[in-house]
């Protein structure tokens, strides 16, 4: 085979990718390329989206190749990109500087947001009209969507404990090496990767492969085996924090799975990754419609949702969320439980207003675990019991008992004892301009 064109979106590693391992083994040349799409802007992940971006050119570079950017519609750049490199590289045209080469084939790795599958159709119509092929390769989660479904009928599970046992039984893909060498047609211009501002993305979470691998070896040799007792910790920041690595594909979910030997409540949580992904596939609307509607009524209060996306609700461990969320683009587990609940089941108001707050701030914001949690939350989605309760002032007390995380986030509480951190109902009268709550907290 001449040449294949790799379309990348959240697959930005060259580790265990098996689209662009296919694609060295099989082609004489390679052309790794990642679209900007400006109808689907990256907002607050742009900063982390451009470091993910440059480390992967590096990355590229390293092995003989580079990593080809284009801005516009995918499906047309990557068209346009195939006429290019006939066209003989750069220039676009016969004499353009190199010798011509035919793009004989199409990679991409599989995704199952609507957006996703509607490009991907796409792109295998254009490919089909052009005379190249077209594979979807998976990647983008440990057991690929659809491989697993119900003994008894249906396409997907419904709930996660099924899920789960079929999902541990089903055999695994091999983890891949990175290829060795990456060979880019001769003349063809590169383009210029995204710069990295306005949106810079917190300390904590530098984008790329590199960054991300590290993490992945340090946090598998000293943190994987107390996971089960410290991810619920909230001040104590103990949780893995790879979700913005998995959202971008900077890490591979199957090599993280294969590699956490000790860890099986930690890969339990890549387990529901994956069980979103299968009900998105299937429920396509998942960030619209109930996936299972219950006939609920939701309040219309603008002001009451704002207070809550500025994190004044009055309830300590509320506000801490999602401020938390503001500053770090990200949010503790436990805190998106406690927050998103509050929302829905105390002030009535949408899941969806919540869910696309959240969609919009986080680094790791993807639709499937983004909305599936939502929903699940709200009681509109794969959670058998619909009606499940929350009390956030008994889970501030049990898994923020000195109010460490709550004054990490709300520093005009950072004088305010435990007990009164954890009695909101107080703090008005104890704390100057600290908001009086909106609702009881249970």
Same mark, same amino acid.
């Given at each position: 085979?001449?040449?294949? *064109?790799?379309?990348?979106?959240?697959?930005?590693?060259?580790?265990?990718?098996?689209?662009?391992?296919?694609?060295?083994?099989?082609? %004489?040349?390679?052309?790794?390329?990642?679209?900007?799409?400006?109808?689907?802007?990256?907002?607050?992940?742009?900063? +982390?989206?451009?470091?993910?971006?440059?480390?992967?050119?590096?990355?590229?570079?390293?092995?003989?190749?580079?990593?080809?950017?284009?801005?516009?519609?995918?499906?047309?750049?990557?068209?346009?990109?195939?006429?290019? *490199?006939?066209?003989?590289?750069?220039?676009?045209?016969?004499?353009?500087?190199?010798?011509?080469?035919?793009?004989?084939?199409?990679?991409?790795?599989?995704?199952?947001?609507?957006?996703?599958?509607?490009?991907?159709?796409?792109?295998?119509?254009?490919?089909?009209?052009?005379?190249?092929?077209?594979?979807?390769?998976?990647?983008?989660?440990?057991?690929?969507?659809?491989?697993?479904?119900?003994?008894?009928?249906?396409?997907?599970?419904?709930?996660?404990?099924?899920?789960?046992?079929?999902?541990?039984?089903?055999?695994?893909?091999?983890?891949?090496?990175?290829?060795?060498?990456?060979?880019?047609?001769?003349?063809?211009?590169?383009?210029?990767?995204?710069?990295?501002?306005?949106?810079?993305?917190?300390?904590?979470?530098?984008?790329?492969?590199?960054?991300?691998?590290?993490?992945?070896?340090?946090?598998?040799?000293?943190?994987?085996?107390?996971?089960?007792?410290?991810?619920?910790?909230?001040?104590?920041?103990?949780?893995?924090?790879?979700?913005?690595?998995?959202? +971008?594909?900077?890490?591979?979910?199957?090599?993280?799975?294969?590699?956490?030997?000790?860890?099986?409540?930690?890969?339990?949580?890549?387990?529901?990754?994956?069980?979103?992904?299968?009900?998105?596939?299937?429920?396509?609307? *998942?960030? %619209?419609?109930?996936?299972?509607?219950?006939?609920?009524?939701?309040?219309?209060?603008?002001?009451?949702?704002?207070?809550?996306?500025?994190?004044?609700?009055?309830?300590? *461990? /509320?506000?801490?969320?999602?401020?938390?969320?503001?500053?770090?683009?990200?949010?503790?587990?436990?805190?998106?439980?406690?927050?998103?609940?509050?929302?829905?089941? %105390?002030?009535?108001?949408?899941?969806?207003?919540?869910?696309?707050?959240?969609?919009?701030?986080?680094?790791?914001?993807?639709?499937?675990?983004?909305?599936?949690?939502?929903?699940? /939350?709200?009681?509109?989605?794969?959670?058998?019991?619909?009606?499940?309760?929350?009390?956030?002032?008994?889970?501030?007390?049990?898994?923020?008992?000195?109010?460490?995380?709550?004054?990490?986030?709300?520093?005009?509480?950072?004088?305010?004892?435990?007990?009164?951190?954890?009695?909101?109902?107080?703090?008005?009268?104890?704390?100057?301009?600290?908001?009086?709550?909106? /609702?009881?907290?249970?």
């Amino acid at each position: 085979m001449d040449t294949v *064109i790799v379309l990348l979106n959240r697959d930005l590693r060259v580790h265990d990718h098996p689209a662009l391992a296919a694609a060295c083994a099989e082609a %004489r040349r390679v052309v790794p390329l990642f679209v900007l799409d400006p109808s689907v802007p990256a907002g607050r992940r742009s900063g +982390f989206l451009a470091e993910s971006l440059a480390d992967l050119r590096r990355s590229l570079r390293e092995r003989g190749g580079d990593l080809v950017v284009r801005r516009g519609d995918p499906v047309a750049e990557t068209v346009r990109l195939a006429r290019e *490199i006939a066209g003989g590289g750069a220039g676009g045209g016969a004499g353009g500087g190199s010798a011509a080469g035919v793009v004989e084939a199409v990679h991409v790795s599989a995704d199952v947001s609507a957006l996703a599958r509607r490009r991907e159709c796409r792109l295998a119509e254009e490919c089909e009209r052009h005379r190249m092929g077209f594979r979807a390769f998976p990647g983008v989660t440990v057991v690929p969507p659809g491989a697993v479904t119900p003994s008894g009928g249906g396409d997907h599970y419904r709930v996660f404990t099924p899920y789960w046992r079929a999902w541990q039984a089903h055999s695994r893909r091999e983890v891949l090496p990175a290829p060795a060498r990456v060979t880019l047609p001769e003349g063809l211009d590169p383009g210029v990767p995204p710069p990295g501002h306005p949106h810079r993305p917190h300390e904590l979470f530098r984008g790329g492969e590199t960054v991300a691998r590290r993490r992945m070896r340090q946090w598998l040799k000293y943190c994987v085996a107390d996971y089960a007792a410290g991810h619920d910790d909230l001040a104590g920041n103990r949780t893995s924090k790879f979700s913005p690595y998995l959202r +971008f594909g900077c890490l591979s979910p199957l090599e993280l799975s294969s590699l956490a030997e000790d860890g099986d409540d930690f890969v339990r949580q890549l387990c529901w990754r994956d069980f979103f992904y299968q009900v998105t596939m299937a429920f396509p609307a *998942i960030n %619209r419609a109930d996936y299972r509607p219950r006939g609920l009524t939701w309040n219309d209060d603008a002001e009451a949702l704002q207070a809550w996306k500025e994190g004044r609700t009055g309830l300590p *461990i /509320v506000d801490a969320g999602m401020r938390q969320l503001l500053e770090e683009g990200w949010m503790h587990n436990r805190a998106r439980l406690l927050t998103s609940w509050f929302l829905v089941k %105390r002030l009535r108001v949408d899941w969806r207003a919540g869910a696309d707050h959240f969609f919009d701030l986080l680094l790791d914001g993807d639709v499937a675990n983004n909305y599936g949690n939502w929903q699940w /939350v709200a009681g509109t989605g794969n959670d058998t019991r619909f009606n499940r309760t929350v009390n956030p002032v008994r889970q501030a007390r049990r898994f923020d008992p000195d109010g460490e995380y709550i004054r990490r986030y709300v520093p005009e509480l950072r004088n305010v004892p435990p007990k009164t951190l954890h009695e909101p109902w107080r703090l008005p009268s104890a704390v100057r301009g600290y908001p009086p709550p909106l /609702v009881s907290p249970a």
